[in-house]
């Protein structure tokens, strides 16, 4: 019986440590180890058997992972707006080029790193609501609009800020304002010439007007058609 219990007591512990080695590995995300499954036990053979298998699932769910993670970054690379991530700590997750462009700065760590360079944002970002939208000038003269929003990944908290350049957009308005305002004084203007050029008219046509203020008339008529 004592010689039994020792054998059960011996493969006990090797399989806790086996297990425990696993699972040590799975803490510290390494997927490469692999347990012997040709050893003269058959038994502990299927247990290796069983957590290569499991080893095998957990390394082709970690590559899938990373596969979809790259695609989002090149995803996030190719859009025209800016897009910039950062942590709770206000460690920077991710930033494309388009948000590095739009603001005029070189790849950054932390976001006080962006803060220094835009203390109006640090405020925006402080106090700003996720419904919120914040207009900035970028050190290039780029009218730039802000929008900030959050999410719960895990237990961290990650900031979003989406970052669209509207210089466009303002000079069309700016264009249409101009447009609309040339419109109204034109219009304006007319109405105020029109009886000047009615009245040139009937005097310029009135029987016995001398031919001197007739010229003169005619040079006003001529002025106002310019």
């Known amino acids: 019986d004592s010689f039994i219990t020792g054998a059960l007591v011996k493969r006990l512990n ?17 997927n490469m180890i692999q347990f012997n499954e040709y050893s003269g036990d058959r038994e502990m053979n299927a247990l290796s058997r069983s ?5 095998e699932l957990l390394a082709t769910a970690k590559s899938d992972s990373q596969k979809q993670e790259k695609f989002y970054y090149s995803l996030l690379e190719e859009v ?32 006080r790193q962006l803060e220094e360079q835009y203390p109006a944002l640090k405020d925006f970002i402080a106090h700003g609501n996720v419904e ?4 900035l000038q970028s050190n290039s003269k780029k009218q730039l609009s802000l929008s900030m929003n959050r999410m719960k990944l895990n237990s961290e908290t990650i900031t979003l800020l989406a970052i669209k350049d509207i210089s466009n957009e303002l000079s069309e308005k700016e264009s249409e304002s101009w447009s609309k305002l040339t419109r109204v004084l034109t219009h304006e203007i007319m109405n105020t010439i029109a009886p000047i050029v009615s009245l040139s008219q009937t005097l310029s046509l009135r029987p016995g007007t001398d031919e ?15």
Do not use: M, T, Y
């Not at 957590?51 to 080893?55: A, E, K, Q």
């Not at 950062?86 to 997750?93: A, F, L, P, Q, T």
């Not at 080029?97 to 950054?108: C, D």
């Open 14 to 30: 090797k399989s806790n440590a086996k297990l425990k080695l696993f699972f040590d590995a799975i803490e510290d995300k390494e």
């Open 51 to 55: 957590l290569n298998r499991i080893n």
């Open 80 to 111: 025209p707006d800016g897009v910039l991530a950062w942590s709770s700590e206000k460690r920077v997750i991710f930033v494309n080029g388009a948000a590095l462009r739009l603001l005029g700065v070189e790849p950054i760590i932390f976001l």
């Open 132 to 135: 919120d939208s914040f207009l």
């Open 212 to 226: 001197k203020v007739i010229r003169g008339l005619g040079v006003i008529l001529s002025l106002i058609h310019i």
